[in-house]
């Protein structure tokens, strides 16, 4: 009966981490709308796992840039040493971006001694993931202990610090996650948990501070899949918030370490609770949370991609011609959702045996993903009996045989999902630039719109936006006969709030509660203001 009223109120409750006995805890709060922005979240070596540390020579650096040296945030001056010393460090080239280091903003706190012959200096990362960082440390000494006046050099890495979350307007919990991955299929039976949580753990290997959020309501996998000490999410007594479970250094929060099993609950129950789960949970600073969705593209998908700004998705399919129609479907919720999909996993595509490989379920499917849509990696899972018993042993595939060609595929995968990462926060500062795209000016009682990845600008009549509401509240869903009147709309309406939602859309609450979601796109199309109204003074 308790586990009902919880579920109806879309809050649910746990143990506190005082206490797994402890009664009497209100439940966290709802969450608020979160805004588009570019997250960076303080990153530093991580030590407790070290299952992944193979270093491949043909790995390129992946960092987005950072921005310059801040006055005061090094010793630097103009002195010939230090213009010796940076146009060394410039020879070194980010491979991904074709900038060299001083450019990018990566050298910090550049002291020398010129008596002594000594130069210190750290290397600022973006990432802590990057495959090359040894190696460009390595240049780093090289080229500066090249000077001919150089006798020491100390060279320190690092990577940024924790930004201001611009807008501050995402649940606390999600203020300092860089990151966020979807892996989906909206096919069941492909593996898609099995590649989210190795994939997870791969990240984590490479060094990046790493969280999995289960998704699947009705059918969590995390609880068989991984074997965290303590199986049961906390509460925060105080902040009333979810404390996640770790296995392995990896945050893990699902709704089988509930202490619930499996949900019977209707569709916007569950949405309530994915909501709750993953926006009141205290996720700490992440470099990366990997988000393992549920089949199908639902409430609970869509809620997701409301509910948080998704950097990249990756696909998971199958060979079978029946997958690839499914994930089809996923990869265009994805494209109206405004998520990129940054790669494609063919699982059970092949086998060996007796020196000949079989292909069970035919080929094709995943490299049909990738020319159809676009999507520019494909990387391909063989068939291991393996893989398949150490999702049932609670050990990932990655952390069991951490040597082996399926764990080889997954750092192929993990560097992939890395880059793509990096560049797409990089991109037009997108982030930045959306959580500003939609305000409403008060002075000239109009909506300004600005297009994300475009200069365009313009502006539209807050009631004209208001009547173009295509919810079922405005327009009946089985025959489209519009339900909102012309005249319900009054002249003189103006918005209370805009927030955006996810990456494709805004939240307008007006007057009378409602909210209305309205996608960048619709906005395009809606009539605009062309002889823009004198301003209005505002009274004191």
């Known amino acids: 009966m308790q586990l009902l009223q919880a579920l109806c109120s879309s809050n649910l409750s746990f143990p506190t981490s005082d206490s797994v006995l402890n009664k009497g805890h209100t439940s966290p709060k709802k969450s608020v709308h979160p805004s588009h922005v570019n997250f960076c979240v303080a990153i530093q070596r991580h030590e407790g796992v070290a299952w992944l540390s193979q270093n491949r020579s043909n790995w390129s650096l992946v960092a987005t840039r950072a921005a310059p040296v801040e ?4 010793t630097m001056s103009t002195s010939a040493a230090e213009k010796d010393v940076l146009k060394a460090l410039s020879q070194i080239i980010d491979p991904d971006f074709g900038t060299d280091i001083v450019s990018c903003g990566f050298v910090k706190d550049l002291l020398i001694d010129e008596d002594l012959g000594e130069v210190s200096f750290r290397l600022e990362l973006t990432t802590p993931a990057c495959p090359i960082k040894d190696m460009f440390e390595q240049q780093a000494n090289e080229v500066v202990a090249m000077l001919p006046w150089v006798t020491k050099v100390n060279v320190t890495m ?14 606390m919990g999600l203020q300092t996650i860089s990151s966020i991955v979807a892996v989906s299929s909206c096919k069941g039976g492909v ?47 105080e902040k009333k918030t979810i404390i996640p479970t770790e296995y392995l250094g990896v945050k893990l929060v699902s709704f089988g ?65 029946l997958a690839f129609i499914d994930v089809a ?86 560097v992939c999902v890395v880059q793509q990462c990096a560049k797409i926060r990089q991109q037009d500062c997108f982030f930045f630039s959306v959580s500003t795209a939609v305000t409403y000016d008060k002075y000239i009682k109009a909506i300004k719109v600005k297009v994300p990845d475009s200069d365009e600008e313009f502006l539209l009549h807050p009631a004209t ?40 859309a ?35």
């Open 257 to 321: 370490f509930a202490g619930q099993g499996r949900a019977v609950m209707r569709g916007p129950m569950v949405s309530g609770v994915i909501n709750q789960l993953l926006t009141t949970t205290e996720w700490g600073e992440l470099d990366y949370l990997v988000i393992d969705m549920p089949p199908g593209t639902g409430d609970i998908q869509l809620t997701l991609c409301q509910v948080v700004p998704l950097t990249a998705a990756v696909i998971v399919t199958t060979p079978q011609k």
């Open 71 to 74: 006055a005061g945030s090094s």
């Open 329 to 414: 479907k996923g990869v265009r919720m994805f494209s109206k959702l405004k998520v990129p999909c940054v790669a494609v996993v063919e699982n059970m595509c092949h086998f060996d045996a007796d020196g000949k490989r079989y292909y069970p379920f035919g080929r094709g499917s995943g490299s049909q993903v990738v020319q159809q849509f676009g999507i520019p990696h494909l990387f391909d899972l063989p068939i291991r009996p393996t893989l398949s018993a150490s999702g049932d042993s609670g050990i990932p595939e990655v952390v069991a045989d951490p040597l082996g060609e399926v764990a080889k595929t997954f750092q192929d995968l993990g």
């Open 506 to 540: 805004v939240s307008i609450t007006w007057p009378d509660g409602f909210s209305q979601i309205a996608p960048y796109d619709q906005l395009q199309t809606i009539e605009r203001l062309v002889d823009v109204p004198e301003p209005t003074p505002v009274q004191a």
């Open 158 to 171: 690092s990577a940024q610090p924790a930004r201001p979350v611009f807008g501050n307007q995402l649940p």
């Open 465 to 504: 936006v208001r009547r173009n509401d295509r919810s079922a509240q405005s327009v009946d869903e089985w025959s489209g006969e519009q339900k909102l009147q012309y005249a319900d709309v009054p002249e003189d309406i103006e918005p209370e709030d805009i927030r955006p939602m996810g990456n494709y």
């Open 191 to 237: 593996g898609k948990s099995t590649v989210a949580i190795n994939l997870a753990y791969t990240l984590a290997g490479m060094g990046a501070r790493v969280g999995i959020f289960d998704a699947d309501v009705y059918g969590p996998s995390l609880p068989t899949m991984v074997s965290p000490e303590n199986r049961l999410l906390l509460m925060n007594p």
